[in-house]
């Protein structure tokens, strides 16, 4: 196995699908999936609205 292999490998769960959640956008309300929990009295973005709320 190469290292390229072995790192895709790392960061995909070995295959496994990842589990998404249902969410809705704080910005544009938009309905989206997210690959974590939503917590409540959190804001959730969509993968638009996320770029502009994202920090450098």
């Keep these: ?3 390229d ?4 490998n790392r960061h995909s769960g070995f295959g496994a699908p990842r ?5 809705t956008c704080a910005d544009c309300g938009k309905e989206c999936e997210v ?3 939503p917590t409540e009295g959190r804001p959730v973005y969509c ?3 996320y ?3 994202r920090r450098f």
Excluded: L, T
């Design 51 to 53: 770029q502009k709320h």
């Design 19 to 23: 589990k998404m959640f249902k969410a």
């Design 47 to 49: 993968r638009e609205c």
């Design 5 to 8: 292999n072995r790192r895709d």
């Design 35 to 37: 690959p974590f929990k």
């Design 1 to 3: 196995m190469s290292f």
